[in-house]
């Protein structure tokens, strides 16, 4: 058996096409423009890639960028009075905090300042309990882009046996409420579980967000299963080059699974192209206007 490789490059795509037509409409049916605020604090190089890739996508699709690039110096008040002015402007509908934060910064403090109708990361913890309780809002964009792209291998998750590798704030639990509002059974394991390639196995659609380069192997899983591999790890190449590999070993799990997603090319694009559909939400949101579905 060899997978059908699920391309988030494409699906992404069509996704951020779709979002570039629905701001199109708002301004031209009634004068929005969707405003998206990304704060960056400090010269991390590897978030600075992340800023300009996010802000390329928000320009092109007809948004409009609000950069906040602070320098390692600033401190927590001065943070909080950014947000402060964010939360403030009519034309900022979301604010996303570009993480890691500097070490003299409380994340989850600053996190908890925007304001929860302009959280386009789906962090802040009105957001989290709103997720959990099954109720409508901003939901983290990674573990949206998952779902989206398991949708298009299976028409309904409904039924399905469904496996979370990692339990994290930011992908494992909240990608584990969302298959459950998709009416699939779902567990969620991580690096301590107990005979995990067993527990592994018994997954029709699987979602591997560990950390750890190749960890799922291709023998764990289930003839036919889909895998969504959220990883993205650097390792060592050939000619003393690094490489980028997921979760799961891919050329293992390729001939064992029914579908999965490449690294990179999966989910990857995938979560820039939800930030732009999370950021066209709270502006409708915010504007009483009918989100668009997808």
Known sequence: MTARII?????????????????????????IVPGLAVVLVGRNPASEVYVRNKSKAVTESG???????????????????????LNADPQVNGILVQLPL?????????IAAIDPAKDVDGFHPLNVGRLASGLPGLVPCT?????????????????????VVGRSNIVG????????????????????????????????????????????????????ATVIDVGINRVPGAGGKSRIV????????????????????GVGPMTIACLLLNTVRAACMQNELPVPSI
């Open 246 to 265: 997921g979760d799961v070993a891919f050329a293992e799990a390729s001939q064992v699974a029914g579908a999965i997603t490449p690294v990179p090319g």
């Open 173 to 224: 639990k909240p990608v584990a409420q969302m298959l459950l509002a998709e009416n699939a059974t779902v567990t969620i394991c991580h690096s301590r579980t107990n005979d995990l390639a067993t527990v592994c196995g018994r997954a029709d659609l699987l979602i591997a967000a560990i950390g750890k380069p190749e960890f799922v192997r291709g023998h764990w899983l289930k003839p036919g």
């Open 63 to 85: 948004m409009h960028p609000f950069d906040q690039q602070l320098p390692d110096s600033t401190d927590e008040a001065e943070s909080l009075e950014l947000i402060a002015e």
């Open 143 to 163: 573990p949206l882009g998952c779902i989206l792209l398991a949708r298009t291998v299976h028409t309904s998750l409904e039924g399905m046996e469904a496996v």
């Open 102 to 110: 500097p070490k003299h910064i409380d994340a989850q403090k600053i």
């Open 7 to 31: 391309d988030g490059k494409t699906i992404s795509a069509d996704l951020r096409g779709k979002m570039t037509d629905a701001v199109h409409r708002l301004r031209r049916d009634r004068g």
